[in-house]
């Protein structure tokens, strides 16, 4: 009996033990799991449009998203409201669909990252019909910030990036009112997404709509719709790439991609809004920046130590990226044509002066016989 009573708690120590051990495992395993989640939800591994593997890593301290706690009241916050700008609970409301508006929402902490992320969740809407509406916003890669001006409600011949979402076409207007000395490479259909970088001395053309210092761009409608609208710029290994994700599909599609592009460090990330005779609501609803890192060469890894050094922004080859000829000028393209033929022309000539020469001459020869 004794011995009975002895095998049985053997066995119940047993089972507790594996009871307790299946809980402890299973517990573990709920904690790592959640763990991982939450190391998937803060980085995540993506690849570069070369093949190189990189890792995102979200920066809050250079992000904006709901709630949007202090902003603009508070000393602490790390963004700055400016102008006509207001804080909702769903969204900062860059300008209201009323006239003459201009708002913004600064960074105050200048980045140092080297390879980033930008993804940004927006909204335009209001009571305009098509092309009565206007004028757009920009999102800023800057070194100057909290300035007021024309360039969607920041200042003309900044220094850094800006992507603009235009939403007017300026050039069409003023199309007829004069007659233009160029002819433009393709026909834009707006709203329309375009890239600019500054280096303090460039001007934004309106009338033109920037056609002078695009670097790309594409077509995005996104006024008045009903799912969310997303602007993607991603800045990795002296390659600037924007993609939107406006059509409530949930993939992005390409809009610019251009390498050589050379933005130093140190400057600000921003939007900013504005509206003229026509207007708009222009809502942010968040910008979140992630840190990429990548692998690289050690010759990789030299060169990207001297663009650290960098500046100025440039990019290279700029003059083929902007084939439209400037106004009094010509691209080298058109000036070579119309060299060209100009020669053809005039070799055209030539021969026909000889063969009428030719024809002269023998006629009056003939009158002497």
């Not at 051990?21 to 799991?33: C, I, L, P």
């Not at 201009?102 to 092309?131: M, T, Y």
């Not at 076409?169 to 375009?194: D, G, M």
Request: charged fraction near 25%.
């Amino acid at each position: 009996m004794a011995a009975t009573m002895l095998e049985k708690k053997i066995a119940f120590d047993s089972s507790w033990n594996s009871f307790l051990h299946f809980s402890f495992h299973r517990n573990m395993t709920n904690k790592m799991h959640w763990i991982i989640l939450l190391l998937l939800a803060i980085s995540r591994k993506c690849w570069c449009e070369d093949g190189h593997e990189m890792e995102e890593f979200l920066k809050r301290e250079y992000s904006l998203s709901k709630p949007y706690q202090g902003i603009g009241s508070s000393s602490s916050s790390h963004w700055e409201l400016m102008g006509d700008a207001m804080i909702t609970t769903d969204h900062v409301r860059l300008t209201p669909d009323m006239q003459s508006k201009q708002g913004a929402v600064w960074s105050r902490i200048p980045c140092f990252l080297r390879d980033w992320e930008l993804q940004v969740h927006f909204k335009i809407h209001g009571q305009g019909k098509k092309n009565l509406n206007g004028d757009g916003l920009a999102v800023w890669y800057s070194k100057e910030r909290m300035q007021t001006g024309p360039v969607f409600g920041n200042q003309d011949m900044f220094t850094g990036l800006g992507v603009f979402v235009d939403t007017y076409p300026n050039e069409e207007k003023h199309l007829e009112a004069q007659k233009r000395r160029y002819t433009p490479r393709t026909q834009r259909i707006f709203p329309y997404v375009l890239a600019m970088v500054g280096n303090g001395s460039l001007t934004y053309d309106h009338e033109r709509d920037g056609r002078p210092t695009e670097l790309g761009g594409c077509t995005a409608v996104v006024r008045n719709l009903q799912h969310d609208t997303f602007l993607f710029i991603r800045y990795v290994r002296r390659r600037l790439t924007v993609m939107i994700d406006v059509d409530g599909q949930h993939e992005w599609k390409d809009c610019l991609d251009i390498p050589g592009v050379h933005l130093p460090q140190g400057y600000y990330f921003g939007a900013s809004a504005i509206t003229g005779d026509l207007s708009d609501n222009h809502d942010l609803i968040s910008m979140k920046l992630y840190q990429l890192t990548v692998l690289r060469s050690k010759e990789e890894e030299e060169q990207a130590a001297k663009d650290d050094e960098i500046t100025i922004p440039s990019v290279d080859n700029i003059e083929l990226l902007q084939g439209d000829v400037v106004e009094g000028k010509m691209s080298g393209v058109a000036l070579f044509f119309t060299v060209l033929f100009s020669l053809l022309g005039c070799i055209v000539l030539v021969i026909i002066g000889l063969a009428l020469y030719s024809h002269w001459s023998e006629n009056s020869r003939k009158r002497f016989y």
